[in-house]
């Protein structure tokens, strides 16, 4: 298949859950 | 002292204990595939997950159906990356994870395919 | 693509949910003190807990005593820990925090408390 390079996503990823 | 790894060690573990079904709590149902989850980590990454499962009556629920015209491939591959944080986008995929991402939302994910699908043309 | 803060991310959503008691599926006892958990976080983070959680007849306990020697104060520093990333160790916890990292059989961390008790002498 090849080598796939992997790209970095250096930003938040989900959403954060409030604190309340 | 913060042991940096101890995050991505804990992901890996889940991911081990999905694979392996163990304390899987909740089956999602995608036009008729079933997969098998841990509610919280469905609950951490997916807004659409935290507002039903906040909800006190869907609390204890152990199984939920998604509608129909979400793909189960775009589910799979979002669900890949909530345990492994790798999002595996290729231009077969990259339109049915935007919107199975936006269902989900997951907005930090959808833009990134966003971005994908965008960079590609 | 990979997102290199997702496992953090997630880490710190679980220490929510933990906080708010939201999807905490387990009370652990010691010496009378209670705290809220999450199976799959104990059983990712501490060898005793696997052994436990892992043999079929205690998949569904939602509540465990553990042994009265254990210390409370050293349970709630690994417990943060697993939670975290972060062990917040200084001399007057450093030898209990080691013995009851020895007791949940994290042994990585184990290690660490024992370093930083040899640098302090």
């Known amino acids: ?20 | 002292i913060q042991f940096t790894r101890h995050a991505g060690d804990v992901l890996l573990n889940f991911n081990r204990l999905r694979s392996r079904n163990l304390l899987t709590d909740v089956t999602v149902q995608v036009d008729g595939q079933i997969f098998h989850a841990h509610k919280a980590i469905l609950v951490a990454c997916s807004g659409f997950f935290y507002s039903v499962f906040m909800k006190p009556e869907n609390a204890s629920l152990s199984a939920i159906s998604l509608d129909p015209k979400v793909d189960p491939k775009g589910f799979s591959l979002l669900l890949d990356f909530m345990y492994t944080s790798f999002l595996n986008l290729n231009d077969s995929v990259a339109l049915t994870t935007l919107n199975t991402a936006i269902y989900l939302q997951m907005e930090h994910v959808a833009d990134t395919c966003h971005r994908f699908i965008r960079s590609r043309h």
Do not use: W
């Open chain 1, 1 to 20: 298949e090849g080598i796939v390079p992997t790209v970095k996503e250096p930003g938040r990823s989900i959403h954060l859950i409030p604190r309340d």
